[in-house]
């Protein structure tokens, strides 16, 4: 595969911005359960990290007409000054829970610009026969870095402070506006948009016409899926800084991030061989292994719960590459952003919601009861693609046409 220069700065910047935004996360969640040992509240915070992922389709249509450089560079440098902010105000042991509530939403807004402008970006530098191969390595930069820094993070709170952990992410993300700054890269659909102006009207009609293709199409079906198996995601990332405090020790929850991104990547690196495979009998197959997986975890050990919740992660790998490298190529270039990111907000809309539930279940039964709970989602979405025709007989990635998913 013949990649040019300009790809592998984006690849670079985002492995940066990833490593920002998994370490901001991860002392985020911890903080906040650390401060207020109150599961109620680590659903609050979780659930106001997620939330702007559901609004990602009002600037679908921005982004679709607005150079893409530009977005990823100021979405970075207004990270490093809202994460240094929180470093500052604990420096200065002014930080708590609500001004929190009031940073968290807005860095995790800004942070969600990047995605549908990497989304738009790679289906410009890469051909169509390359997609699935630039996706899984992208996919696999950005496990590999979760692998470390979650299995490092616990240990690196137990050694360092918070305050100086905050302030060594605002790093990554300096760094990652200066590599996202060398990609030379114009786009002549970017300077034939920004002739036109974006009026109110010419916005609205652009939205609309995202969920007009969506609606027709069978994608409305796959965000069903991606909107189920995301509320069990939601209940699970609450769930697990509550297990691992069972053990009062934070390495073990690296421990179980670390293992989460192990099996996302392991599942990113082998999607480039299952992409001759039927969909819809990949899909059903996968969704049903990591149920079994993860119902079957809580009856065992920390270490065997650990390696059993690993696995279970590799097939939302696997679908992660095959699905939207599929979606790159049947959705129109320049609809491409607006039906992502629609996708992508009607899929995650629940995820908050499933966070918030997850630290109120625990109040009433035990956190490994809720992880059965959540894995139960899974089983509903494997029948789902059972049960469904259209879904059922999608042929290979390879092989997807537009007319497969009904978009005209």
Not at 40 to 58: D, H, S, V
Not at 186 to 196: A, E, G, I, L
Request: glycine share 6%; proline share 3%.
């Amino acid at each position: 595969m013949k990649i040019n220069t300009a790809f592998y700065y984006l690849l670079a910047g985002r492995i940066l911005a990833n490593i920002g935004d998994s370490l901001y996360y991860i002392l985020t969640m911890w903080l906040v359960y650390d401060i207020t040992k109150d599961a109620f509240y680590t659903g609050i915070i979780n659930a106001l990290i997620i939330t702007p992922k559901i609004i990602q389709f009002l600037y679908g249509p921005i982004i679709d007409r607005i150079n893409l450089k530009k977005v990823l560079i100021y979405t970075q440098i207004i990270q490093f000054i809202l994460i240094l902010i929180i470093a500052t105000m604990k420096y200065y042991d002014y930080l708590n829970i609500y001004l929190l509530f009031i940073v968290v939403p807005i860095a995790s807004l800004v942070s969600e610009f990047g995605y549908p402008a990497q989304t738009r970006l790679i289906p410009e530098l890469l051909n169509k026969d390359d997609l699935v191969k630039g996706n899984s390595m992208m996919a696999t930069a950005n496990q590999g870095v979760d692998i470390i820094f979650n299995s490092i993070s616990g240990i690196l709170i137990s050694i360092f402070s918070v305050t100086i952990l905050y302030f060594s992410n605002t790093i990554f993300f300096l760094l990652a506006f200066l590599i996202f700054s060398k990609i030379k890269y114009t786009s002549k659909k970017d300077h034939q948009f920004q002739k036109d102006r974006l009026t109110i009207k010419n916005y609205l009609h652009l939205i609309k016409e995202g969920f007009i293709l969506v609606k027709k199409s069978l994608l409305w079906v796959l965000i069903l899926g991606s909107a189920t198996i995301n509320f069990a995601i939601g209940m699970i990332y609450t769930l697990l800084p509550i297990y691992a405090h069972q053990y009062n020790d934070p390495k073990i929850y690296g421990y179980l991030l670390a293992s989460m991104s192990c099996g996302l990547i392991i599942g990113a690196i082998i999607s480039n061989y299952f992409k001759k495979y039927k969909l819809g009998p990949l899909c059903y197959t996968s969704f049903f292994i990591s149920f079994c997986l993860w119902c079957l975890a809580p009856f065992f050990n920390m270490y065997i719960f650990i390696i059993l919740f690993s696995m279970g992660w590799i097939s939302i790998g696997l679908l992660n590459v095959i699905l939207a490298s599929a979606s790159q190529q049947v959705i129109p270039r320049d609809k491409l952003a607006r039906v992502d990111s629609i996708k992508y907000s009607l899929g995650v809309i629940t995820m908050p919601v499933g966070g918030v539930v997850g630290g109120m279940v625990t109040k009433y039964i035990s956190v490994e009861f809720s992880f059965i709970l959540s894995s139960i989602f899974f089983l509903f979405i494997s029948l789902l693609w059972i049960l469904h025709k259209d879904l059922r007989i999608l042929p290979s990635q390879l092989d997807l046409k537009s007319t497969h998913l009904k978009i005209e």
